[in-house]
């Protein structure tokens, strides 16, 4: 049976934030323990992203952001761009790269009618993005075999695509080499409202959002870090 095929777009500038300008079945061990080491790095970057909105808005206030929690190892105090990625496995991230404008993603989103889909923005030295990959591949695993398919689009600078398929070996995310090619003012928005996305401006990466199995949008996350909460969207939708 294939895996959830992934739409995954990587954000212009290799940073962490976007501009339009450019079941009730138990879960594996392996699922689990994908799931549990997510939580721990995803813990420490909600903690610096508000941190730093803290010093930005001169408060104290809570940042706002409702963290997945589970069993993983302690968190650790940092997590900064320059945290070297897992080792890239060669013969998988030879493999080529499929280039797509904004109206072909989004198309490629819209083309799974009768399934449940799972669409990630995402780009590959995005902090954010990195963290959350063990956790999507979990969900493609642990939803293998039902009406499910993950649809991953990388949006990185037209000079770093080719590092797609190696983040994905990275990973062992069984999901396509899918990249969006730089696109006009406007177009990304464009593209995507049809199928019911609300993208602020700015906006963050991993942009998540979970579509219907009519390919309607009906839940979505800027900058996303609430693992469990992907996983309760997509466990509403399967069951309907």
């Not at 993603?105 to 923005?121: D, E, Q, S, W």
């Given at each position: 049976m294939r895996f959830a095929a992934i739409v995954a777009l990587a954000v212009f500038g290799a940073s962490c934030a976007g501009s339009d300008d450019a079941s009730d079945r138990p879960r594996n061990s392996a699922a689990d323990s994908a799931f549990h080491?997510?939580?721990?790095?995803?813990?420490?970057?909600?903690?610096?992203?508000?941190?730093?909105?803290?010093?930005?808005?001169?408060?104290?206030?809570?940042?706002?952001?409702?963290?997945?929690?589970?069993?993983?190892?302690?968190?650790?105090?940092?997590?900064?761009?320059?945290d070297p990625a897992p080792a890239a496995t060669p013969a998988i991230a030879a493999a080529g790269v499929r280039a797509v404008n904004t109206y072909e993603?989004?198309?490629?989103?819209?083309?799974?009618?009768?399934?449940?889909?799972?669409?990630?923005?995402y780009g590959t030295r995005c902090p954010r993005?990195?963290?959350?990959?063990?956790?999507?591949?979990?969900?493609?695993?642990?939803?293998?075999?039902?009406?499910?398919?993950?649809?991953?689009?990388?949006?990185?600078?037209?000079?770093?695509?080719?590092?797609?398929?190696?983040?994905?070996?990275?990973?062992?995310?069984?999901?396509?080499?899918?990249y969006v090619k730089p696109w006009q003012p406007g177009a990304l928005f464009d593209a995507l409202i049809p199928l019911g996305f609300h993208i602020p401006t700015p906006w963050n990466l991993p942009y998540v959002a979970v579509l219907d199995s009519q390919g309607s949008v009906v839940a979505e996350w800027d900058g996303a870090t609430n693992l469990a909460a992907v996983d309760a969207a997509i466990q509403s939708q399967l069951a309907r």
């Open positions: 080491a997510d939580s721990a790095i995803l813990a420490a970057i909600v903690e610096r992203d508000a941190a730093e909105r803290r010093r930005g808005a001169g408060t104290q206030t809570s940042g706002g952001f409702a963290p997945y929690t589970g069993g993983g190892p302690t968190a650790p105090p940092t997590f900064s761009r320059t993603a989004a198309h490629h989103m819209r083309g799974n009618k009768g399934r449940v889909t799972l669409a990630i923005l993005s990195q963290a959350m990959f063990p956790g999507f591949v979990a969900l493609a695993h642990h939803y293998e075999g039902q009406a499910f398919d993950v649809a991953a689009f990388s949006m990185d600078e037209p000079e770093d695509k080719d590092a797609v398929p190696g983040f994905l070996a990275r990973y062992h995310a069984p999901f396509d080499p899918l």
